[in-house]
């Protein structure tokens, strides 16, 4: 991990990547305010910019403690599980099954953690919006946690991608010869 870190084009991809996250979720929870604002002709180009910026602040009013934490582990996570991925396919670029299994395990984490994304006022993003499709929507309110167990699940499941695919990169390529 350090040494993936001190390489500045990964440090770079885990601190846009997170960054990219994270601006997502807080743009989707603010995203007809975003909207009206850029489309109308009132304020100039700053005033917009940085009203727009004041909405990162938003983490600590729409969300929980325990949400905001998720989202922020979530985004930070995310970045590094796409950067260890493209440091684990440019090792590898040779082995397809190798990087393949690899693969498979860190998009498993990407998907937990879109699904994971939200905020205690709308639940999980995407997992409200697809259960809302099978009229369970409901039922996230009868969790303990009202829904927020997505959030700590994937936290959980990204983390459980970042160290399978940091096992994969200290693997060797090839079987060893006993």
């Known amino acids: 991990m350090r040494s993936l870190i ?16 994270f601006t997502f979720v807080i743009s989707i ?7 009206s ?7 100039t180009l700053s ?5 727009t910026l004041t909405l990162y602040t938003s983490i600590g009013t729409n969300f929980t403690f325990l949400s905001a934490t998720t989202t ?10 796409i950067a260890l991925l493209v440091y684990y396919i440019k090792k590898v670029q040779g082995g ?4 393949f299994s690899g693969g498979a395990t ?3 984490g990407l998907l937990s953690g879109l699904l994971g994304i939200g ?16 009229g369970v929507g409901a039922l996230l309110g009868l969790l303990p946690l009202g829904g927020e167990e997505f959030g700590i699940v994937a936290v959980l499941l990204l983390g459980y991608s970042i160290y399978r695919i940091g096992k994969k990169i200290n693997s060797p390529l090839v079987c060893e010869v006993t």
């Open 6 to 21: 001190s390489k500045w084009r990964y440090a770079a991809i885990i601190i846009l990547v997170s960054l990219g996250v």
């Open 29 to 35: 929870q603010n995203w007809q305010l975003i909207s």
């Open 37 to 43: 604002l850029w489309f109308s002709d009132i304020g």
């Open 47 to 51: 005033q917009k910019l940085i009203l």
């Open 72 to 81: 922020v582990l979530t985004s930070i996570l995310f970045g590094v599980n």
């Open 96 to 99: 397809a099954k190798t990087a």
């Open 106 to 108: 860190s998009m498993g």
């Open 119 to 134: 905020c205690a006022a709308c639940g999980t993003f995407i997992a409200t919006s697809i259960l809302a499709l099978f």
